[in-house]
T-cell receptor, first 114, second 115 residues
């Protein structure tokens, strides 16, 4: 069965500092991993995805994610946080046996303080 | 940039009433989805729809739920007789293929409140 865990409900970071939002996954078969962001009153917006072969994935708005197969993790990172990055972040994994389904984590609220 | 849109943004209804949530997927997409998020919980898959039929549904998607593509642009989720526990945010999504590396595009959601 596929599942995703985001262990932190909330992450607080000062503007200009690096940020990490954690995600671990459990899949049978190949991992198809994604990060989405949700701003208030907006839908889930795609940030980045893991494609086999590139352990460091670069995405929108300066975000990147590091895939670690041995730790089954796909942590979201950014070298220098902006106040405008404050939002709700969701990690998701696609069902390897049924590509229709995404399994989402519970979400992590990122607060970037000036 | 094309977007998935959903109406209404917020729907309040009485228990036992029928509701229809509406979505307009991205125009050249062929695969459509509904997800829901109960407050404070995970986003959960409900159903996928392709070629005018349901391709996959979760255990949540019981007989009180139905989906329809009534015309070339809309995709609807109907809840026949709402229960208190149906209160949630409902997200519509669409994608252009089933390539596992392709993302799904999500709408802003409809917040359903059942009283």
């Amino acid at each position: 069965a596929q599942s995703v865990a985001q262990p932190e409900d909330q992450v607080n970071v000062a503007e200009g500092n690096p940020l990490t939002v954690k995600c671990t996954y459990s899949v049978s078969g190949n991992p198809y991993l994604f990060w989405y962001v949700q701003y208030p009153n907006r839908g889930l917006q795609f940030l980045l995805k893991y494609i086999t072969g590139d352990n460091l994935v670069k995405g929108s708005y300066g975000f990147e994610a590091e895939f670690n197969k041995s730790q089954t993790s796909f942590h979201l990172k950014k070298p220098s946080a902006l106040v405008s990055d404050s939002a709700l972040y969701f990690c998701a994994v696609r069902d390897g046996n049924n590509f229709n389904k995404f399994y989402f984590g519970s979400g992590t609220k990122l607060n970037v303080k000036p | 940039e094309p977007e998935v849109t959903q109406t209404p943004s917020h729907q309040v209804t009485q228990m036992g009433q029928e509701v229809i949530l509406r979505c307009v997927p991205i125009s050249n997409h062929l695969y459509f989805y509904w997800y829901r998020q109960i407050l404070g919980q995970k986003v959960e898959f409900l159903v996928s729809f392709y070629n005018n039929e349901i391709s996959e549904k979760s255990e949540i998607f019981d007989d009180q739920f139905s989906v329809e593509r009534p015309d070339g642009s809309n995709f609807t989720l109907k809840i026949r007789s709402t229960k208190l526990e149906d209160s949630a945010m409902y997200f519509c999504a669409s994608s252009d293929s089933l390539n596992p590396y392709n993302e799904q595009f999500f709408g802003p959601g409809t917040r359903l409140t059942v009283l």
